[in-house]
């Protein structure tokens, strides 16, 4: 680990996120300090994450994250920081996992790209969960009776709402997937348990997430479960998108497109190629290459 959270913004105009090297980290929308989609702990012990991704072995329950944190402390996890994305590259439990985050050029979306290869002689099933704790504000803890969180089977994604705050009370939140839902929750307490032990979230003990669709005030979350099937020496991906639009059929426009892993290739690509360009703008040369 790093003696201390190694941060990285990833950012276009209006939307953005801050990783770190142990996490997902936090999501913002327009106000990086004021309409806080997920929150931010400001945490430089600990660094808590109020976003997660879970992966789950329906042959043995085994429960890891590809990120060092909360639950991936048992194998060696390679950290790439880039201007354009993160990537967490991890080789356990027969798997070759590789997870990317990235921010595209104009949407209000981050992308959360997972790939996995099946480096076993059988097939794998196993289960992707994203996991976010809605803030819609500035500070966690602040009273927020009006936040709600809810399902919307007309674009197969979970809504977040906070009427409570003048100037972002009309946006909505959500977090969608490319693939079929298998299960969700907007509950943190039914995703959390009595325990509330983030490396090993209770609903992660059940066959599903419970499909609680309806949650309202310091409740409110959006977990999303998917299944990957994976045949031997197989390759399987899913991506998670987490944003916020000007409404809820702004929303919808916004899932429809994302859906489509063409998009989201052709978005890492063109993502890439702008900062590369945006950094490549100034060369210097000084006697000490290091400086350079």
Known sequence: PTPAPWSNVLTNDAFGTIVTEAGLGFTWAINSGENRLT??????????????LYLRDEENARVWTPTPLPAGGNSACRV????????????????????????????PVKLVRLRLRNRTARSRRVTATYYTEW????????????????YDPACHAVLGRNPWTDEFGDRVAFLATTLPVHSLTTSRRDFHGLRADPALPAGLLNWDLGNRQASAGDDCC??????LDIPPDGTTEVCFVLGQGDDLEHVRNLVKHWQEPSTIEAAAQTCATVWAD???????KTPDPTFD
């Open 278 to 284: 945006r950094l490549g703008k100034v060369q210097v």
């Open 80 to 107: 790439h920081q880039g201007p354009d994305r993160t990537a967490w590259h991890r080789d356990s439990e027969g798997l070759e996992q590789e997870l990317s985050v990235f921010v595209p050029v104009t949407d």
């Open 222 to 227: 959006a977990a999303l479960q998917v299944h």
């Open 39 to 52: 929150p931010w702990f400001n945490d430089p012990i600990e660094d808590p994450q109020g976003e997660r």
């Open 135 to 150: 803030l819609l504000g500035a500070v966690r803890g602040e009273q927020a009776p009006l936040r709600t969180s809810r």
